[in-house]
């Protein structure tokens, strides 16, 4: 049964920085495409970022471009997310989710950990 | 990017009767290989989303046969033939043909 677990939110300045983990179990991890994705109170669903099974290739929305860095540790079936120069609009619940079949096939979310970017 | 309305973005509805949820793109989600890259996915309070519908019409195991996906093109639906309490939430559609993927704004769900 596919396990997405994340961690690493919490509340951080405006301006810092916060890195998110994602503990994948149940699948074969390096098989598949991880994504990440955000809630912010009172709006939809925001795809953030991808990266493919062997690391390789990444892609990102334009509004974090240059600020979010996604990788993955295959050996430790660990997925990351580094955010940069957080603001009052980076507060949401952030998740983990699992890709199948490709085209962003999104098939499994993670729980979600909460960030609060607030002085 | 490939915008995704949806409509209404909210619907109360009477448990036993049926709910409709419309989502159009801004482009059409028929990719070269044939498929049309357009999932729903509900979204229950406090819990993560779950994804009912890929490919337009494709139920995910374990969801209910009450739900079902159709459209094609720019123009997709999901209904509901019976609503139970169960299905309470914020329902979205997100298509995956265009880069980047994206949502649409979200349903929400309940009961009158």
């Known amino acids: 049964q596919v396990q997405l677990v994340e961690s690493g939110g919490g509340v951080v300045q405006p301006g810092r920085s916060l890195t998110l983990s994602c503990a994948a179990s149940g699948f074969r991890f390096n098989g598949y495409a991880m994504h990440w994705v955000r809630r912010a109170p009172g709006r939809g669903l925001e795809w953030l970022a991808v990266v493919a099974g062997d690391g390789n290739e990444k892609y990102f929305r334009d509004s974090v471009k240059g600020r979010f860095t996604i990788s993955r540790d295959n050996s430790r079936n660990t997925l990351n997310l580094q955010m940069n120069s957080l603001s009052a609009d980076d507060t949401a619940v952030y998740y983990c989710?699992?890709?199948?079949?490709?085209?962003?096939?999104?098939?499994?979310w993670g729980q979600g950990t909460l960030v609060t970017v607030s002085s | 990017d490939v915008v995704m309305t949806q409509s209404p973005l909210s619907l109360p509805v009477t448990l036993g009767q049926p709910a409709s949820i419309s989502c159009r793109s801004s482009q059409s989600l028929e990719y070269s290989d044939g498929n049309t890259y357009l999932n729903w996915f509900q979204q229950r309070p406090g819990q993560s989303p779950r994804r009912l519908i890929y490919k337009v019409s494709n139920r995910d195991s374990g969801v209910p046969d009450r739900f079902s996906g159709s459209g094609s093109g720019t123009d997709f639906t999901l209904k509901i033939s019976r609503v139970e309490a169960d299905d309470v939430g914020v329902y979205y559609c997100?298509?995956?043909?265009?880069?980047?993927?994206?949502f649409g704004q979200g349903t929400k769900v309940e009961v009158k």
């Open positions: 997100m298509q995956g043909t265009h880069f980047p993927p994206t």
């Open positions: 989710a699992k890709e199948d079949g490709g085209h962003s096939q999104i098939d499994s």
